[in-house]
């Protein structure tokens, strides 16, 4: 089986957020931490929202993201740009593909 990779990224200010996307079931890892478990709070949230947008596409990806440069709130942002374009980006080429099948 053929496994489809894309890469994407989200930047703010100096903080650049690399994410590499595949399908899977939901997993979002930042730099080797899982979602469930960045702290505080209200930077979690920030990064729940394009999961939260997405619905079921969102389900249906594993996003990992490594993000370095910039501030704390930069890289929340440049890393909640970065799940945003990976969802979307996955859900369009899936329906590119299941179009031209």
């Not at 703010?12 to 469930?36: D, F, Y």
């Not at 990064?47 to 910039?70: F, N, R, Y």
């Not at 709130?73 to 329906?95: D, H, M, P, T, V």
Request: charged share 25%.
């Amino acid at each position: 089986m053929n496994q489809k990779i894309i890469n994407v990224s989200g930047t703010r200010k100096k903080a650049i957020a690399r994410a590499t996307v595949r399908e899977g079931n939901g997993l979002i890892i930042l730099n080797k931490q899982p979602l469930e478990i960045i702290e505080p709070e209200i930077s979690r949230l920030r990064l729940q929202e394009p999961v939260t947008l997405a619905g079921d596409h969102a389900k249906k990806v594993d996003i990992h993201i490594q993000v370095s440069g910039g501030g704390t709130q930069g890289q929340i942002e440049a890393s909640r740009l970065a799940i945003a374009k990976a969802i979307y980006e996955f859900s369009n080429k899936n329906a590119l593909l299941k179009k031209h099948s």
